[in-house]
T-cell receptor, first 114, second 116 residues
Framework: AQSVTQPDIHITVSEGASLELRCNYSYGATPYLFWYVQSPGQGLQLLLKYFSGDTLVQGIKGFEAEFKRSQSSFNLRKPSVHWSDAAEYFCAVGGDTGRRALTFGSGTRLQVQP | GAVVSQHPSWVICKSGTSVKIECRSLDFQATTMFWYRQFPKQSLMLMATSNEGSKATYEQGVEKDKFLINHASLTLSTLTVTSAHPEDSSFYIC????????????FGPGTRLTVL
């Protein structure tokens, strides 16, 4: 069975500081990995995705993530956080076959201090 | 491209009534759509997989008679919450998988259901 763990429920960073959100996954085959962001009361916005190839993935809004198979991790990073980045972030894993739904982590709430 | 819409975006209904939520892929065809449910401050939990032209596949613990799913075309899936109760109040989000290619899914904006 596939699963995703986001160890940090809540993170607070200062504006301009760097950010790293952790994500560990469990999946029996080649995983497809995603990071989504959700503002309160809103739907999901895809930040970036990993299917194959280069393990460092660039996304929108200055985010990037690195796939590390040996650590079963797909951590999200941003070098300088903006106040508008405050939101809930979800990591998700899916498969490359069939009609597989995504499995989401529990989310990390990011708060940005001025 | 790859836009998914949901209608309505929010709905308030009385206990005991039924509510239908539509999920449409606007510019692509989707043989498979997924319905998720999200309680406040929680993650998304898969409710069911909606397959065009066939019966939906429900996750364990989801009542298929309460949450009716119909996927009549390659661009439309509907979720009907029957005899709604306050505990059904939640944020319902659908996603649609592109017909061909990798397992990339596009999410709708969600529907906020409040049952009084």
């Amino acid at each position: 069975a596939q699963s995703v763990t986001q160890p940090d429920i809540h993170i607070t960073v200062s504006e301009g500081a760097s950010l790293e959100l952790r994500c560990n996954y469990s999946y029996g085959a080649t995983p497809y990995l995603f990071w989504y962001v959700q503002s309160p009361g809103q739907g999901l916005q895809l930040l970036l995705k990993y299917f194959s190839g280069d393990t460092l993935v660039q996304g929108i809004k200055g985010f990037e993530a690195e796939f590390k198979r040996s650590q079963s991790s797909f951590n999200l990073r941003k070098p300088s956080v903006h106040w508008s980045d405050a939101a809930e972030y979800f990591c998700a894993v899916g498969g490359d076959t069939g009609r597989r739904a995504l499995t989401f982590g529990s989310g990390t709430r990011l708060q940005v201090q001025p | 491209g790859a836009v998914v819409s949901q209608h309505p975006s929010w709905v308030i209904c009385k206990s005991g009534t039924s509510v239908k939520i539509e999920c449409r892929s606007l510019d692509f065809q989707a043989t498979t759509m997924f319905w998720y449910r999200q309680f406040p401050k929680q993650s998304l939990m898969l409710m069911a997989t909606s397959n065009e032209g066939s019966k939906a596949t429900y996750e364990q613990g989801v009542e298929k008679d309460k949450f009716l799913i119909n996927h009549a075309s390659l661009t439309l899936s509907t979720l009907t919450v029957t005899s709604a109760h306050p505990e059904d109040s939640s944020f319902y989000i659908c996603s649609a998988r592109v017909l061909a290619g990798k397992n990339e899914q596009f999410f709708g904006p969600g529907t906020r259901l409040t049952v009084l």
